[in-house]
């Protein structure tokens, strides 16, 4: 179709032909489009402030019934993973002096037995040389005694000369007994040579988790020294949670509890309520609750975690199609119908994603009652 003809050749035809010619297309045009734009489905005529839409084909958002199920009340809460105390095993060393040798550090994984350090003791000298002194003695004691004897059978000394030499043999005995119990102690063996060194070894197998002692330090007597080392056997974890002091009544020893770390938040791990502290944070008023739990090998001491506490008693909840609820401005909102071709906004308060697409709604909402299944398109159809 020829839209603009020139049959004038003046300049003011051909302008006022050339006006007609775009104006005639442009027409023509819009006649076209306006033949294949589909008509407006759904049309909102009105919105209140209370909330209220009217729409021209309610039909056209299909509705779904709240539904009814039983589950047990939970409260989530966060935590942090400690070790357990009762598995946490401190190292020290009754003997002072100056480490020669240190083969670990902290965060090795170490097995009992295995050396930790070796000092170089003026202790360790002093037992040895106070167990030798002992066993000469003893053994000096010993040949008297049996010198006594000799006389005494043959009637040169009197018994009481022989109850002398057997309290001086009994005497030396007890002083090799403590003196080897010394060495012992001190972590030293009385059969070794005297070397003036001891080896403090692993009581335990398990991790380090506490380190106070490096190369050529100095240590001190157990009164005013620190532990040499923590080892924690980290197959069973803490993990401490705050709870608030309203929540605590909901929270019983003995409940499971779903553990998830922020580091590994799709994998879900199950723990036991051991212990509910008696006394409450003043400043912030959580109460200590510890959740102890079998560490699968990646719980590391510090990391973060969210805790579900599950009740005992089961209770009522209402549950909707997730996608009947629309979440805006930090709140959650259902449409539900109301006489004649309206819908009204419903204020709730979702809570977790269940299974088959549907959605925990906590307050607002009963079961039974009727919502549109899909609130994202009726509150977009509202904005048009």
Request: net charge negative; charged share 20%.
């Amino acid at each position: 179709m020829n839209c603009i003809r020139l049959t004038f050749i003046t300049r003011t035809g051909l302008a006022l032909w050339i006006g007609l010619g775009l104006a005639a297309c442009t027409r023509g045009h819009a006649q076209e489009e306006g033949d294949e734009a589909p008509p407006p489905a759904l049309v909102v005529h009105d919105e209140t402030a209370s909330g209220v839409a009217t729409v021209d084909h309610p039909e056209a958002f299909p509705l779904a019934a709240a539904e009814q199920y039983m589950a047990r009340p939970a409260l989530s809460v966060t935590g942090v993973v400690t070790n357990d105390v009762s598995r946490a095993v401190p190292v020290v060393s009754l003997a002072s002096g100056r480490v020669i040798d240190l083969p670990v550090r902290l965060g090795d994984q170490v097995r009992q037995g295995q050396l930790l350090v070796r000092i170089e003791s003026g202790d360790i000298s002093g037992a040895f040389s106070d167990y030798r002194h002992a066993v000469a003695d003893e053994a000096l004691a010993r040949a008297q005694l049996d010198r006594a004897k000799m006389l005494y059978d043959r009637g040169a000394i009197a018994q009481k000369d022989l109850e002398v030499a057997q309290d001086a043999e009994t005497k030396a005995a007890i002083d090799v007994e403590t003196t080897a119990e010394h060495l012992r102690v001190l972590g030293a063996n009385p059969e070794r040579p005297a070397t003036g060194t001891i080896d403090v070894v692993a009581p335990v197998s398990g991790v380090i988790t506490e380190q106070n002692v490096t190369n050529a330090t100095g240590v001190k007597s157990l009164d005013n020294s620190p532990n040499l080392f923590t080892i924690s056997d980290l197959s069973y974890v803490w993990i401490v949670c705050d709870v608030y002091e309203n929540d605590l009544p909901n929270v019983h020893l003995g409940d499971s509890a779903d553990v998830r770390l922020n580091a590994y938040p799709d994998r879900v791990l199950t723990g036991r309520v051991s212990n509910i502290l008696p006394t409450l944070d003043p400043n912030i008023r959580t109460g200590k609750v510890r959740v102890e739990l079998r560490n699968p090998g990646y719980m590391r001491i510090g990391m973060f975690a969210t805790a579900t506490f599950h009740g005992q008693s089961m209770e009522t909840h209402t549950a909707v199609p997730a996608t009947a609820i629309l979440h805006m401005h930090d709140r959650d909102w259902v449409y539900v119908p109301a006489p004649g071709n309206t819908f009204r906004r419903l204020e709730v308060v979702g809570g977790d994603t269940l299974d088959g697409g549907r959605q925990e709604v906590r307050s607002g909402l009963q079961p039974g009652q009727k919502v549109v299944s899909n609130a994202l398109v009726l509150d977009r159809a509202i904005e048009q």
